[in-house]
């Protein structure tokens, strides 16, 4: 049997916007934290995401903390990229190779809507690298097939909003209403302002270790996945140009839940907390069919029940989300792990969801790159 | 002069200044994709022949855009969907013609327009883009 991943030692830098720190100071931050946590051990390799770094950021916030020689790699799957360096550290230790490995992420967002390389320019050119436009496609199709409204994607926005209030590494911690989320500006029709989450910046980190206890009452990793899209949707994270009938093609995000649920040997029905990707309401919604949570259609009675809030049955983002947070894209996944640690620990503090043992977190964007952690204790 | 297409291979300009947006066909795989590569997307086949597609399409989705995004320097807003292809059935995303989305609806019946832009080097070129039909 291999080994089993424990999670040593977790840190973060807020996420928010900081115009006088560059990714090495948050990197250090978040870093320095998380090894101090684990009693500062001996690490093997470092893997670190980041999707707009630029060469060799981990290596310049191990180099701040003299902290060199070992192996390490930087690791880019867009949103995912956190995840991505999860999935690589603990295959590594499962597999011998290394016993203690040190995995962060570290990003600056370029403000306004996000300008990728992954576009050609003649895709800018007209007007076809509109980020937010895709996600409000998607939603559009979204609240066609499941039966939703608006109203159901400001539910969502003043759910996680609420929870981020408790957050103190959120960018947003202020409550919101419907009403105000309804009336903020359209970007994209139905998508309205406050339905976005803002790209922004932060830094976060995690000591993974091979545990040969079983009886530590540390937080396991149990499996952190990551996959690709297969061809054909025209609105998937892969932006394609064109598509054919979608009926039969199974998201990233599904295939990466089904390969952790299976990794972890547990099904979404053992899930007590989840972390999701809420880039925009729409998205949030999408996954909880794409992770198994509910049945397609079924989102409108999860919201109305409360099973996604604090306090209900199956609490999503209760560290407010992204939407609250803001998404530094390489440092996004592990800050979702981070949530689910404390989580897990039992010190989340007014945002606690009581007797969490089982948490899921999930990542998806550009690529397509999508994954999902189940962490557990 | 004419404006240059905003990219080589996306679509063929008739004598009367219609186009013809050009993709692929694989027989082995039975899809059509745009724009046009030299393998077929959905399953890795070699024999893509060149087609010209269908013109006319249904609205499958659609939005507009309110902010000029990065690299862009056409009239704002302006629409933006996925429409349908009547013969092919292959869904392309797309400029619309219309940047009010009120005024669409699912299923609309749409046909394909050139479409000129503006750039940011001041130029301007032809790109494609689909207009609702009057029923």
Known sequence: ?377 | MAARAITDGLFVTHDDGTISLVGGYSPSSGHFHFPLLDSCPYTGATDVETVTLSADATLWAWTAVTAAPPGYAGPVPFGFGVVELESEGLRVITRLTEPDPGRLVFGQRMRLVADTLSLETGDTAITWAFEPVAP
């Not at chain 1, 948050?26 to 009693?39: D, S």
């Not at chain 1, 995840?83 to 590594?92: I, P, R, S, T, V």
């Not at chain 1, 309804?182 to 309205?192: G, K, N, T, W, Y």
């Not at chain 1, 198994?292 to 560290?319: D, H, M, R």
Request: charged share 20%.
């Open chain 1, 1 to 377: 049997m291999s080994a089993r991943v424990e999670i040593a030692g977790v840190g973060i830098h807020p996420f928010g916007r900081f115009d006088g720190l560059t990714n090495t100071d948050m990197g250090v931050h978040a870093v320095r934290a998380a090894l101090t946590e684990a009693g500062d051990p001996r690490f093997d390799a470092a893997f670190c995401g980041t999707a707009y770094g630029g060469v060799a950021s981990g290596h310049k916030v191990l180099g701040a903390l003299a902290r060199t020689g070992m192996p390490i790699v930087d690791v880019e799957a867009g949103c995912a990229s956190g995840g991505a360096a999860l999935q690589l550290a603990a295959g590594a230790i499962r597999a011998g190779q290394y016993d203690c490995v040190l995995v962060f992420g570290v990003e600056k967002m370029p403000k306004g809507i996000i300008r990728s390389s992954f576009f050609e320019p003649w895709r800018e050119e007209a007007g076809l690298a509109a980020t937010p436009a895709y996600f409000a496609l998607r939603a559009q199709r979204l609240l066609r097939e499941a039966g939703l409204t608006k109203e159901h994607l400001a539910e969502v926005v003043v759910k996680n909003r609420r929870h981020g209030v408790h957050n103190p590494n959120a960018m947003f911690r202020k409550e919101v209403t419907a009403e105000a989320v309804l009336a903020s500006r359209v970007v994209c029709e139905p998508l309205h302002l406050w339905m976005l989450c803002s790209p922004n910046e932060g830094a976060a980190a995690v000591v993974l270790r091979s545990a040969t206890d079983s009886s530590a009452g540390s937080v396991t990793l149990a499996s952190a996945r990551l996959r690709s899209h297969l061809p054909g949707s025209v609105l998937g994270e892969a932006t394609p140009l064109s598509g054919i009938d979608d009926s039969g093609i199974t998201p990233p995000s599904t295939l990466a839940a089904r390969d952790a649920y299976d990794e972890a040997g547990i099904g979404p029905a053992d899930v007590d907390v989840v972390e999701c990707q809420d880039t925009d309401a729409a998205r949030e919604l999408l996954a909880y069919q794409e992770l198994g949570l509910c049945e397609p259609g079924e989102q409108a009675k999860l919201l109305a029940s409360g099973t996604t809030t604090i306090g209900g049955a199956l609490p999503v983002n209760p560290s407010g989300g992204l939407l609250s947070k803001g998404e530094p894209l390489g440092a996004s996944a592990l800050g979702q792990v981070i949530e689910l640690v404390h989580q897990l620990r039992g010190v989340a503090g007014s945002r606690q969801v009581e007797g969490a043992r089982v948490g899921l977190a999930h990542t998806v964007g550009r690529g397509a790159n999508a994954c999902c952690v189940v962490v557990t204790r």
